[in-house]
């Protein structure tokens, strides 16, 4: 079992940044890939971003490009997830996983969500 924990999410006014972390506690051996989701009231839950447990390859949605940018501490087992020029549609809850590769995650483990909201 791998457990999850976020935070940083909060509210902030368009054109503003956040930076949201995942911490990875438990079973981490077994993690090789990291990533963010998020769920917008009404809507799906969709993929945000990934990376690779060692770093060396992350992937983004179109919506996020060139504006979030992910990184992680290997030595704390967190993740971060930069996120600039923030919009209103970005308003979602975002979820941290973990699992076996990036395209694999929603098979992972989940954490709880934090909310960012993005006001115009």
């Known amino acids: 079992q791998v457990e999850l924990v976020e935070s940083g999410g909060g509210l902030v006014q368009a054109g503003g940044s956040l930076r949201l972390s995942c911490a990875a506690s438990?079973?981490?051996?077994?993690?090789?890939?990291m990533g963010w989701f998020r769920q917008a009231p009404g809507k799906d839950r969709e993929f945000v971003a990934g990376i690779s447990w060692r770093g060396e390859r992350t992937q983004y949605a179109e919506s996020v490009k060139g504006r979030f940018t992910m990184s992680r501490d290997s030595a704390k087992t967190t993740m971060y997830l930069q996120m600039n020029s923030l919009k209103p549609e970005d308003t979602a809850i975002y979820f941290c996983a973990a699992g076996g590769s990036i395209s694999d995650l929603q098979r992972g483990s989940w954490g709880q969500g934090t909310q960012v909201t993005v006001s115009s």
């Open positions: 438990g079973r981490t051996f077994s993690v090789f890939a």
